[in-house]
Structures are given as C-alpha cells and as structure tokens.
C-alpha cells in the first residue's frame, strides 16, 4: 500500500515547518522568492519542475543546499522515480541536516532499499531505538517496515505493524491498509493463527484480525457481541445543526432485489420493510433520497447488470443485493464506483471491498449470543441439539466456538432430521442429565421440529433449561401449539415484540400487510434497518462502540464493513413469547433525527415502479 494522501500532506507539512525554522545563515529575498517558487510547483503537482528548482537552489545556497536536496528527492518521488530520487539521495550529508529532515532522509533511503530488493536495510533504517519520529511521518514509517518485514518473510509482525495504523487512516487509505492486514495473515497457516488466538486476552487489537482471516477460509471463530457504547444521533454537532451528528443521506438510492418467483416472497417482506421505514421517516422532516427500486431476476449476473445499471441512473447508494451469490458477484467486481449496502454477506473467502457494507440475519450472530447468554447465566456445559438443516448447523458451530472461547464446553451434539418424528433414542444417545446447576441444552429448529422434541425431552424426565434461535419462534402468538415450547428463552429482533421505542408498532402494521406478520416480519424488520442505516453508514464505520437501535437489533459495524446485531432475548410463558427485560436498551432515544427547519422540503418521493 502507498498512502498517498497521507504521506502527501506529511511532506508538504513538514515542507512548511522546515521554512519556517530559523538558520544561522539567512537567507536572501531572492532565496526567498526562488524557494517560494519551488514548494508551488510542488504543491500543484509539478513535481519534476519542482526538484529542477529545489537543486538550483541548492547549487546557489551552500548552507541550505542539503536540505534543498532533500526537498528535491521528496519531489522525484512524489513524481514516481525512485532512480532520480536515489541519486539525489547520494550527495546528503545526514549530519547537516536539523529538524525532522534526517528522518526524512531515512524514510527515503528505506524506500529506495526497498526498490532495489534490499529490506534489511530498509528494516534497519525504519527501527533504529533512538529516531524521534515527528506524528506527521509515523504512518510513513510504519508503512516502510511493514513492507520491509514483509519481504523478509516475517508476516506476523508485518500484520501488527500494519494494524498498528489503522486508527490513524480514513477513507479509502484505510481500506486498503485493512486489505494488507488481512493478507500478511492470510500467508500464515490456520493453525499457527488458532494457536497465537488461544494465548491472546481478549482486550488484544490483533484478535478480531485473526478471528477475520480465519473466518475468510471458512473457519468458524467465536464472535462476541459488539460493545454498544453510544446511540448515533444523540450528540449535535453545532447549536445550528437541523439533523444529528453522523446523519448523511444520498440524494439518490437504488433499491436491488431479485424479481425472480423463488425469491418473491423474501423481495416483497425487504422492499415493503424498507418503504415503511421511508415513509415513517416523513415525521423527521429530515432530508430522505430518492429510492428507485431494480429488479435483479434472481440471478448473479442479473445483480451485477442491476448494479450498473443503477450506477448509470445515478444512484449514489445501491442496496443489495439480496442473495450470498449475488452479493459475491457485486462485491467482486474490478470496478465499484458507487458503494454498496449488501442485503447478505458474501460466500466465504470473500472479504468485502472498501466500498461495500455487508448486513444480513446470520444464523452465526444468534448462536454465538447463545453461548453469551448462557455464559451471563452461569452455565457453562451445554448440550446441543439441532436441526441438520443448514441454518441449524452454522448456528450450533458459531454457538460452540464462543461457549469454547468464553470457557464453557459442548458436552454432546446431535442432529434432527427434517420430517422424523421419534427422537427417544437420540436423547438417550447423549446422556443429558435430568438436573445439573451449570448445564443448559441449546437448541436451533423450527417451531414444528421443536414441540415434538420438547415434550419428549420432558418425558425423558429432562429439566435442564432450554435456549434457542429464532428460528423456534414463528412470528406470531400461538399459545394453544406453543405450550410445549413452555420456558424456551430464544434470541430474536426486538420490533416482533415491540421492544424497541422510536419505530412503528408491529402488530399495527402487520393488521394492513402480511408482509410483516408471521416468519415474514423478520424481513420486513430487515428491510426497516436497511432504510434506517442509510444515512449513517459512514458514522457507524467510523466510530467503534456507536450503534443504531434497530428493528432486528443493535447495529454496529466493525472494522471489516460488517454489520453486526445484538438481539433481544424472549421467553415462552404460557405459551406466548415475550421479551426478557434487561436484554437490549430499551429507552434508546428514537434513530430519526430532529426536526429542520420549517420550510426545508423534502426530495421527489419514493419509486417502487420495478425493472426500470
């Protein structure tokens, strides 16, 4: 990676504070003037012109004429040649230079070390003990002996070195040094990055670095809940601001989902999610984009035809796709210049580009906040039972791998197959004790699968208690068929419950739509965050510990372009689920901003109009 922005303004900075320094040896108006000359041809880009007149003065100004030649070689890299830069380099003397111009030196010869296939030099020059690096240059020379190190092989250090910027970048730099992170570890073997995981505390910053690369080869990982440390939109930034600090909406959105009859239903659950949300954004006054919606015929290559095709409507914002292939494909393309709000996440060993979020309902979140909650509940022995579908089974791995992480362990596992009906041998195979004070069994089946294997459990004289995912819930109250769910505690989106101030009430929309009742309404919830992330997407990327309260959740993002949700917990009482109080915040203010000033307007109204 060349941070070339950043190590573009070091230069010029300290360029600025070099000339302002007072010297022994005046210089002269026409010096002055002659200087003044140079450092604007730089400033404009004219970087060969610039070191022609930096070496003019040098030949005329012999007490100033290293640290011209100095300014000279910056040029020539700055310009791309490394050969001029070099030999230039050949005739400063280091001990009349002052300031920060021998670190300047330093860094020079480091990249020329390494052009010419030299990283030990190049290491030496960027880790001597007593170099005094002023805060200006520290990414450059951090970027310097990342590179070095790398070309020596040791990748490890490469990573930490790298990741050691990261708080200190923004923007596309700062994608790209993530990209570079990822790939130093991508060189060493799984197990050697399991066993430096195991022997780190969980506070260490290069955990969630391993725990990403292991998790772009397939490697289930554990993954605790985000820290939620502060609601967006409760800090204004100014007594004049008319919206919340971190709220920027687009002027122009595209809505992608995939028109094809398999996905018909999942479409219309997201996309009237997503407009409900537009419309109860109305009350804010806040501005709000144009949305145009496109269809993407189910298809990967549709999906990518969509994206560009919205890319030449003018869309600033494309959200979606819906489906893991057709977010790969998005996600994947050479060129991606408007960014992406992904409806999914991609398959896996596909890290998503600078320009793509990724927010999807991951079976993974729900298993791995299982293990949590049973953890928080003094339980660390569980046994687990779950569907062989594959939802159940992503779910029953991420749940292992964070009750395994947080010092809990999976006594037994055992598979239900779909449409079998007696599981009186599978639970007697697994020896589940009938009581035991720190023992819990975590299930993750639908509602049908799940009230035949509870009665049975009891039958078996079982009594250990029972957690599960969402999936045992199916979104609406059916107290008659789900008594024998009695005292399952399940991790879900909170609007289902109405457990989230600010949005609209579920059972009242769900009376007009049937898009937003039953399993059907965790989409629409699904849709809702879509629209209500829009405007603070960059925040949330931005700000480690922000969140937004959602329909399906707490959202935050973390440093790899992920949404993660934090859910609330329920319980079946008599039959009926209701939330546990105490799982989620729930006097979070409302996400909307206030209200502008009278007058303000709003953007043309939303378009659902389809394939354009």
Not at 212 to 231: F, N
Not at 293 to 299: I, L
Not at 484 to 500: S, Y
Request: glycine residues 8%; negative net charge; contains cysteine.
């Amino acid at each position: 990676m060349r941070l070339t922005r950043a190590a573009g303004l070091g230069l010029l900075i300290s360029l600025a504070l070099t000339a302002c320094v007072p010297t022994a040896t005046q210089r002269s108006p026409a010096e002055i003037a002659a200087l003044h000359q140079a450092d604007t041809l730089r400033q404009q880009g004219n970087f060969d012109q610039a070191a022609q007149a930096y070496l003019t003065l040098a030949g005329n100004s012999p007490a100033h004429a290293d640290a011209y030649r100095l300014s000279a070689a910056e040029a020539y890299r700055q310009e791309g040649d490394l050969d001029k830069t070099a030999a230039v380099l050949a005739n400063i003397r280091r001990d009349r230079l002052s300031g920060d111009e021998p670190v300047r030196l330093d860094l020079l010869r480091a990249e020329i070390a390494l052009h010419h296939n030299d990283p030990r030099t190049a290491l030496s020059l960027t880790t001597q003990p007593s170099l005094r690096v002023p805060q200006d240059l520290q990414l450059r020379l951090l970027e310097m002996r990342a590179r070095a190190l790398d070309a020596i092989g040791d990748h490890w250090t490469a990573a930490r070195t790298r990741a050691q910027m990261d708080d200190s970048l923004s923007g596309l730099d700062r994608a790209q040094n993530q990209r570079e992170v990822l790939a130093q570890l991508g060189k060493l073997s799984v197990a050697e990055l399991q066993q430096r995981a195991r022997a780190m505390t969980p506070s260490d910053r290069m955990l969630p670095w391993i725990n990403e690369s292991l998790s772009q080869r397939g490697i289930t990982v554990a993954t605790p809940q985000p820290s939620l440390d502060q609601p967006v939109g409760t800090m204004m930034p100014g007594a004049d601001a008319n919206v919340r600090e971190g709220y920027q909406m687009p002027a122009r959105i595209a809505l992608l989902l995939p028109d094809s009859p398999e996905f018909a239903s999942a479409s219309t659950s997201v996309r009237e999610g997503f407009f409900a949300a537009y419309a109860d954004a109305s009350r804010s006054h806040a501005p709000r984009a144009e949305v145009r919606v496109y269809g993407s015929d189910g298809t990967a290559a549709g999906a990518v035809k969509a994206y560009q095709q919205a890319v030449s409507d003018g869309a600033e914002l494309v959200v979606g796709p819906l489906t893991r292939a057709a977010v790969t494909a998005v996600a994947t393309q050479a060129i991606l210049p408007v960014p992406v709000l992904a409806l999914n996440h991609a398959d896996d060993n596909t890290p998503p580009s600078a320009n793509v979020t990724e927010f999807g309902l991951l079976p993974e979140t729900e298993g791995a906040q299982a293990a949590d909650h049973l953890i928080e509940r003094g339980l660390h022995s569980a046994y687990v039972i779950v569907s062989a579908q594959d939802f159940a089974q992503r779910a029953a791995a991420a749940f292992k791998a964070e009750l395994v992480a947080r010092g809990g362990q999976v006594v037994t596992q055992a598979s239900l197959a779909v449409g079998a009906i007696n599981f009186t041998q599978t639970i007697a195979g697994m020896n589940i004790p009938a009581a035991q004070p720190d023992a819990a069994i975590f299930i993750s089946m639908r509602p049908e699968q799940a009230r035949l294997l509870l009665p049975q459990l009891r039958v078996a004289h079982i009594t250990l208690p029972v957690f599960g995912t969402s999936h045992i819930y199916g979104g609406t109250d059916d107290a008659g068929d789900d008594r024998d769910l009695e005292g399952v505690e399940f991790c879900d989106a909170p609007w289902l419950f109405d457990a989230q101030p600010g949005l609209p009430p579920h059972a009242g929309i769900a009376a007009l739509l049937p898009a937003a009742s039953g399993s059907a309404a965790r989409l629409f919830a699904f849709g809702m965050d879509a629209w209500n992330l829009v405007p603070y997407l960059g925040w949330l990327r931005d700000h480690p510990g922000s969140y937004l309260p959602g329909a399906t959740g707490q959202l935050a993002a973390d440093p790899f372009g992920h949404v993660r949700r934090v859910l609330v917990w329920a319980k079946f009482t008599d039959g009926v689920a209701r939330p546990l109080t105490g799982s989620l915040q729930l006097d979070a203010p409302s996400v909307a901003p206030p209200e502008q000033a009278p007058g303000s307007g709003l953007p043309a109204p939303a378009s659902s109009a389809g394939q354009p």
